[in-house]
């Protein structure tokens, strides 16, 4: 067995991705999102063990830490954006739900599961921030933000952490094309969240950002990616994104 891996989000997308990927690797894998029927399926599918925990919430955090007896690997994928509104629009409702599950979801599982992560004499934490964490864009102000202080409660870690045998590693994606992120962004607009991919000839798959995770915990423990930023080819930058075919036939 290669060790315990938690990820967080792990009922849709990337999460479930990653948790799936290291399941395959050999991981046991604990799965924590709050949707039960959700985990169920993934449990049945690759044996992870699930825990219905929201990171939004310190206590259900804290119980979900103290069940635990073993954490090699971390990551925090739980997120997500809310509203796609302008600085001088956007509720500041939707800014602070942005921060409660990226930035401060992730700090407090973070400071939970640190001390099993450094016991096990050799631990990796893996966050999942975005492109949005080092680049703005009109519309993308909150969800930004977080990603940016996501960003930066990573690489302080790594500062903090130096000394230590625990690897921090940030994945920072580019367009991923998951089942949820888009609609749940613009409020369940099924139209609205189909024209955000459209013409983007193979935007990422959370399968292709789950390998990246993947091998980033699989390089030899004194070997830390700091930062892996990842994109989609038609997405040469956060504003230069290709709509139409990239490849003849
Ligand atoms: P999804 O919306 O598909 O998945 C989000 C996951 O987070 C779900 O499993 C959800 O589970 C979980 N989650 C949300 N809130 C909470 C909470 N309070 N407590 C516990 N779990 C929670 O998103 P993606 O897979 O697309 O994105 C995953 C991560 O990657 C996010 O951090 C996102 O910001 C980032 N990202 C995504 C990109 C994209 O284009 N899709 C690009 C760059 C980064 P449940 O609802 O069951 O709790």
Redesign the pocket.
Known sequence: MAGTAVV??????????TARRLAKEGYDVVA?????D??SRLAEETGARTC??????AE?VRRFAAELDSCDVLV??????VGADTVAEAAAADWERMF???VL?TLRVTQALLPLLRAGGGGTVVT?????AFTNYAGGGG?SA??HA?HALSETLRVELCGEPVRVIEV??????????????LRGDAERAAA?YEGVDR??T?DD?AECVALAVGLPQHVNIDQLVVRPLAQAAQHQLHRGPLFNG
Do not use: Q
Not at 32 to 36: F, K
Not at 52 to 57: E, G, L, Q, S
Not at 76 to 81: E, P, S, T, V
């Open positions: 967080t989000g792990a009922s849709s997308g990337i999460g479930e991705a924590v999102a709050r949707r039960a959700r985990l219905r925990v929201d990171i939004t919430d259900s925090n994928n739980a997120g997500g954006a409660s599950v990226n979801g999942v921030t975005s492109t949005a969800y977080a990603k996501e920072a994606p580019g367009m991923v094309r998951t089942e949820e992120f888009a609609l749940n962004r955000v935007p990422l959370a950002v």
